[in-house]
Every structure is written in C-alpha cells, then in structure tokens.
C-alpha cells in the first residue's frame, strides 16, 4: 500500500534575535521583521509621521529566526523528505539542527531542499539566518555602478538583488527595508514518487469545443518505480474522467469538452471555473500525491494587427476584442506577508465594482499571492503580469544572476500559468524608454545586455512553459530600431505622464491618440480619517514635514496645488484642500479616460496608475492603504460603466458634443436627454431623443449647439446635464461646463438628507437639492462607510438615492447623527 504524502507544517510561532544580540522575540511566520518587532513592541508604528527614518536600522543588520518542531518517528520512515519554502526575503542561510542545510538568494523563488538525514525523531530545531542585503548592495555599487531611476528618499542598489525592488523605497512607498520567512515553509515527506509539475494546455477548436492536453511530470526517488495517474476534469456535476500511464516520468492524457462554459472578463459573461485534478496512484492504488488546479476555458490573446492608424495593441477574449478598463496594482502593504484574504477580496472586489476589467501587477513589487490570482479568476479581472523588474538596470553580464532570474521566471511562471486571469507576460517596467543605450555608461545599460533577460532569456522561458500566452518585453515596449530614442508611445502600449511629471494641463489628455494606456495618472491626498492616523496635530497642514514625508514624487504636494488652483478656489481649510484633491483627482482621470473609451477602437486600453497603497501616503491611488475609496474609485465606476454618456464641450463653437460608448455585446436601445441650466437650475435648453447603441463600440450621437446661451449668459453660468437610459432605467449620466469649476458661481445648494430603511434591509439616504450642487460627497463621522455613489453631481428636482453599507451594524439614527454631506460650494467657503 502506497503511503499518502504527509506534510509537517512550519509556519506559525518562531523565535527571533538579532545577530549577535541576547534578547528573543516572538515572531509569526510567514511574516517578516518589522510586523513581529512591532507586534512585540519594540519598535513603534513605522507608518506613523516620520518614524519611518528612524527604523532604517533594521534592514542593516541581521536577524536570525529559529523555532523546534516534533518529528515522529513514522515520518522519518518515508523515503524523501523536502524542505519546502516558498518565500525566503532574501539572503537566508537555512540549519537544521545546526547543520547548514542552503543559502538562498531570492526572494521570488519556491525552494526545496532534501533534508531526511538532518533531521531526528523528536525535537529538532530550524535556524533561518537573514543577512542584511545593505552591505551587499553597498559593495556591488562600489565595485560598479548599476543605473536606476531613485528618489532622494531611495536606498541606491536594490538591482543587484532579487528582492521586493520598491522596499528600497519608491515615489509612493517608504524605505522599510524588511526580512524574514514571508511565505510558507514545511516539510514534505513521501514514498516512491511525487508530481512535480501539472501543465494544462487547451485548445479552441471550430466546432466550439475545447480541448484540454494534461501533462503530470514525475519525480521518482528510486528507478523502476511503477506508478500510473488519473485525471478527471469536473464543472458543477459533470466529472470526466480518465486514466493514464507514465512514459519517461511524464503521464499525457486528453479530453475534450463539448459544449464548454467559456471564461469571460468582468462584465463580458460569466467566470465559469473548472477544476483538473491529478492523481499519482501506486501500483496497489494507493494514492501518493495529487494535484489540483482550478482553470478558466478561454483564449486571451494580444492583438497586433496592422490597422489604418498603424498597429493594433488590444486584448481579446474568445476571439472578442475588448477595452481593457482597470489601473495597476502594487504591493499593497510594504509588508506584504501581512496582507489576508479579506484584504485582497476587498481590493479586488472594489475593482471588480468600479467596472475593471483588467490589472497590471507592476515590475517594481511582487508576484503576487496565489490568492490575488485566484480571486481575479472568480472576479473575471484579466491580469497583466510584469516580471519584477522596473526603472533600473540589471546585472545581466553575470551568468550567475541569469541563472538565478530563470529559476524565478519557471517558478512563478508554473505556480501561475493556469490561472484564466493572467492575459499576458511582460519583461519589465519602463527599461526600454530611457535607461538603455549603445554601451553601459552611468544611466544607461547596454541594449545588448538587456536583450540577453528580456529579448531571449524570459520569452525563451514563455515560450517553452507557457506557449500560449503572449511576451511583450517591456511596458511601454519602444519598437525595436528605435530603443535609443525615446519611445514613440503610438506604437505599442504607453505611459502618458505628460499630466503630473511633466506638468501638461489636463487638456492635454484629449490629444492622445495612443493605442493602449498602461500607466497614467495624478495624485491625491487621503481623506481626513487616513490622514489623521499617521498625523500628529501640529503636521496638518499641507506642506508640514510630516505631509511632505508622506508624499514620495519628486514634485510633490506643490503639483497636486498647482493643479488644484488651475481647476478649482483655493480650499478654505486643510480637510476641505485633503478633499478636494481627490475630486482634482477624479476629474483628472475622467478626463483622460472618457476621451480614450470614445477613441476606441483607435484606443483599447486605459489602466490608470494607481489603484492602491502600500501605507498611508499621498499618491496616484484611488484606494487608500485603509482601503477608504477615494473619489476618483466612485468616479471611476461611472467613467468604466459598461456603456457611458459623454460630452466634450469647445467653447469656440459654442457646442458640446455628446457620446455613447458601449463595453456590451449585444445591441441595445436606450433613450439620451440633455438639459442645459444656469448655475440656479433654471432651465434653459432641453431635449432627449432615442438612441440605438451599437456592441463594443463608440459613436458622437448629437451635437448641442448652445452659443445662443453662451452669448446671454456667458460660459460661467452654463451647466449641462446628460443622461442616458435604457428600458426607463438610468445607466450612465454626465456633466459639462465651459468654464472651469472655479468660476461657476454656484449658489449654496441647501442639501436635504433623508435617512430611510429598505424593506429587504440597509440604510438609504434620498438627497435633495435647491441649486446645482457639483460633487456632493457623503462622510459617515467615526465610522467607515461605502457608498452606492459618492462626488456625484446633484440638480434640483431629482432627487439621489444612496445606500450605505458600513462594516459594522450602525442603526438609522446613528447614521443621520453622523452624516456630513458637503460639495464644491462647501470647499471654498
Ligand atoms: C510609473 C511607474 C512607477 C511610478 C509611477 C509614478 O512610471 O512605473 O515607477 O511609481 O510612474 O511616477
């Protein structure tokens, strides 16, 4: 009889010291140094004002982790036992009972190592020694210098090794450079032989069934060792099932699915999910290992056609090209083993609820956690996965590093690669545009040398593990003849900072006409409640110490005001200026992203930077490192409704023109009204007409010619409202002005709140209002709220319902004491 793999898990309470020092510490594994120092109180709150520069201490020296684990005598009797750690952050020496068992050097690599001799029945000790990578990094540079792009805050060198690259610091995160066991680590132990890798290939044929080849790989720990393996495939209550026998360790068997439930990205169908499971059987049927990998039926392809503007960079789905709506994702905390599921639910949830349909995991963090892709599977949110490379050169003359980067690449590629989400490989963030050039100087690498990881290395690994994904080298990819120009961004995907570094008014986003916007973006502050906790008193005021601290681009808070005054009055208090540049924000991104969705099929992509934090900071996030949305997520879920009504005002003309765009794909009709008021509400102009709005498509469907009121009311006191209704329901509405918010003289609106219960459960609040009131915004005092919508536009005679969901039961009175409302009017007061 076959003996069933056993495993001893390893995670859970270790002890901790610094080297060289007496004093233990409790630490929790996974984890990593600074959130067991700080569980321990030992350090205080690296995430509060400045203390952040005084903890820089950790990430220099070295700390040692050990804990004693139980080992029954039985399983020391199987023939293989592995240390299994699938996160060590970086230069670990691993001892079990005192004998060096490895040392490893990166921390995106899942490593195994045989260990039954060291180990003894009973008591035996693990030792897991960190080196600090700080003087490493120090000697490498002083040896030769690796260009990057850093910050003043930045530590210089992080390239030389294969760690979380923005926990050396970056323009939105901290130097906190962190430690320790981050992912799980056990021990695995068994007889004969284990899977070592389960592959999935599937293919689309005409008749519209699937194929799906499944190939096991063996690892045997004696020869003639005979084993076999079946394989079923389940959905819902259909199983199909199969044997299959192995030839030269690898078992292949086919099915094909009749009828398949295909995976769709959000908003495009449904995420059917199905599940493929291998098991390794011994002769006598006993199972030894078995494997289980949850996959979406689908193709997910990048298109690259020549087209009448160029060359297409599009994504599509079962053959569908679609807009691909979402922003890019970093860590989202500086110490990422700290992170739960409910906390990556509740990101990804968040952005499955503003309509995204797509995330970039940027080459400047991690690969992320199983648990991200797993939920970005259920949440049909396509994922475009940077390697962790980004904004610097890499060692890439040395054999050794390449070597190490390949094991990294086939690790996370096989731990991921089954996953409907992942819609394509991309080498790294931003080397081509800036940081290459003929030969290595001090900015730049030679291309020749990038070319070795990212145009043969990594496309290499792709192809052979991976074939059916797409490899785009760099994001943005600057085409080939023309690396030492700066890229052409009309071509390929592009990052447009023509807004924030380099100052362009938000016009400027109306001259796009690049095919795919991968990074873009403007920054904001968090609200009052986020600032407060890592604020004392006397920091809050915009350009205190402590603000400035938290706000890591080189421009800074002076940009976010500088722009503030171009749009809107100057704030009347810090709170109201922490507010109103998150509208500043909203608007922004409103701007870019309506004009690219009406671009397309011109333009097929729009991933703002950024959607999250990694602690509590000023930056281009539209969630908080709390998780607070702030206006530009409300926002974001209207400009990424699946169809949106737009305007594009020009004051020349007098006219605006008004647009319907539509992510759907069926054909639907609806209904689209205008109305045109003065600042008081009074109507001026109305009229509505039936429109029929056409699948994955983009129309101008009316002109509004309002020079007449231009002339007799002047632009400052014109306001226009669009709507767009199907089957007698709103689905997207819009405003237009000719002059910027600042010089609208809106009157005091006089909001009305009316608390109400629903039959079926929850709070609602129905607003009212007696002028034109612009971004009104709910706040629930002391408590955390989400809002059905929130910074929406409000006119007289229609009143708002909003639901309000809070974590926590809060009754009906409680929320209509604790409800603030305010809008523009209020900010300038
Ligand atoms: C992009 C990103 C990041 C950076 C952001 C904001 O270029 O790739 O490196 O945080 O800009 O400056």
């Not at 298109?303 to 160029?310: L, Q, S």
Request: a positive charge; proline letters at 5%; aromatic letters at 12%.
């Amino acid at each position: 009889m076959g003996v069933f793999m056993q495993t001893i898990d390893l995670s859970g309470e270790w002890n901790l010291k610094q080297s060289g020092k007496k004093e233990l510490t409790k630490a929790a594994v996974p984890g990593c140094i600074h959130t067991d120092l700080l569980a321990a109180g030992k350090i205080p709150d690296p995430y509060y004002r400045d203390n952040e520069s005084r903890l820089h201490w950790i990430g220099e020296v070295d700390w040692l982790y050990t804990r004693t684990f139980n080992i029954p005598a039985a399983f020391l009797k199987h023939e293989r036992i592995i240390l299994r750690c699938e996160g060590l952050d970086t230069f670990a020496t691993i001892a079990i009972n005192n004998q060096v068992i490895a040392r490893t050097e990166n921390m995106f690599r899942t490593y195994e190592f045989d260990v039954k001799n060291a180990l003894k029945p009973g008591k035996n000790t693990i030792q897991v020694r960190f080196d600090s990578t700080i003087p490493y990094i120090n000697k490498r540079e002083k040896e030769r210098h690796l260009p990057a792009w850093k910050g003043p805050h930045d530590v210089q060198g992080g390239n030389w090794v294969r760690k979380e690259p923005c926990n050396y610091g970056w323009d939105w995160g901290p130097v906190l450079v962190t430690c320790g066991i981050w992912r799980p680590i056990k021990l695995v132990a068994f007889n004969a032989a284990r899977l070592n890798d389960v592959r999935i290939d599937q293919k689309h044929l005409p008749d519209g069934s699937v194929t799906l080849d499944v190939t096991a790989a063996l690892e045997s720990v004696g020869k003639n060792i005979s084993v076999t393996s079946n394989v079923t495939v389940s959905h819902g209550k259909r199983t199909l099932k199969t044997a299959a026998d192995f030839k030269n360790s690898r078992a292949r068997v086919t099915f094909n699915i009749k009828n398949p439930e295909l995976w769709w990205p959000n908003g495009m169908g449904k995420q059917s999910l199905y599940d493929v499971t291998v098991n390794l059987l011994a002769k006598d049927g006993g199972l030894l290992d078995t494997v289980t990998r949850r996959i979406g039926l689908r193709t997910l392809k990048l298109h690259r056609k020549k087209d009448k503007w160029g060359e297409s960079f599009c994504f599509a789905i079962n053959g569908v090209p679609f807009f691909a709506k979402g922003a890019n994702w970093i860590p989202a905390d500086t110490f990422a083993p700290s992170l739960a599921t409910k906390d990556y639910a509740d990101l990804l949830q968040s952005a499955a609820a503003a309509n995204m349909n797509m995330l970039r995991v940027w080459g400047g963090g991690i690969y992320e956690a199983d648990v991200f892709y797993d939920l970005c599977d259920e949440l049909g949110i396509c994922v475009w996965q940077d390697f962790m490379f980004a904004c610097s050169t890499y060692p890439t003359f040395d054999p050794a590093f390449l070597e190490n980067v390949r094991a990294e690449a086939e690790d996370n590629i096989r731990r991921l690669r089954h996953h409907p989400c992942i819609a394509l490989w991309c080498g790294n963030n931003e080397l081509e545009p800036g940081l290459l050039a003929d030969k290595w100087d001090d900015n730049h690498m030679s291309w020749q040398d990038y070319a070795k990881l990212f145009d043969e290395l990594l496309p290499a690994i792709v192809k052979k593990l991976d074939p059916a994904r797409d490899y785009w080298p760099c994001s943005p990819h600057v085409p080939h003849g023309d690396r030492m120009k700066f890229a052409d961004d009309r071509w390929g995907d592009a990052h447009l900072w023509q807004v924030w570094h380099s100052k362009q008014p938000f016009e400027w986003y109306r001259t796009s006409q690049h095919r795919f916007a991968s990074e873009f973006g403007f920054q904001s502050f968090p609200e009052p409640k986020t600032v407060y906790g890592y604020t004392a008193p006397e920091d809050r005021n915009i350009t205190s110490y402590v603000m400035e601290h938290h706000q890591r681009s080189d421009i800074g808070n002076t940009a976010i005001m500088t722009y503030l005054l171009d749009w809107f009055r100057l704030p009347s208090d810090f709170n109201t200026a922490l507010w109103l540049s998150q509208i500043l924000q909203g608007l922004a991104m409103q701007y870019a992203i309506e004009h690219w969705r009406r671009n397309m099929p011109h333009t097929m992509g729009a991933l703002y930077w950024q959607l999250n934090d990694c602690w509590p900071v000023a930056s281009w996030s539209s969630i908080d490192y709390h998780h607070r949305w702030k206006a530009l997520h409300y926002i974001a879920r209207r400009f990424y409704a699946p169809v949106l009504v737009s305007g594009v005002e020009n004051t020349k003309t007098g006219s605006v023109e008004l647009y319907i765009t539509s992510d759907l794909l069926e054909n639907k009709t609806g209904n689209i009204s205008w109305l045109v008021t003065d600042v008081l509400g009074k109507t001026l102009f109305k009229g509505d007409k039936p429109v029929a709005i056409l699948p994955r498509q983009s129309r101008r469907i009316h002109v509004l010619k309002l020079g007449k009121f231009i002339e007799s009311c002047g632009i400052r006191d014109l306001m226009v409202w669009v709507e767009l209704s199907v089957d007698g329901k709103r689905v997207s509405s819009n405003f237009i002005s000719f002059a910027r918010p600042k010089h609208l003289d809106l009157l005091h609106p006089d909001i009305t709140a009316k608390v109400g219960r629903e039959k079926l459960g929850g709070t609602t609040v129905t607003l009212t209002t007696k002028a034109p009131a612009l971004w009104v915004w709910l706040e629930l005092e002391g408590t955390d709220a989400r809002f059905s919508d929130n910074f929406f536009h409000l006119l007289p005679g229609k009143p708002v319902k909003i639901a309000v969901h809070t974590d926590k039961a809060v009754s009906s009175e409680e929320i209509s004491k604790r409800l603030r409302i305010r809008s523009l009017f209020d900010t300038y007061k």
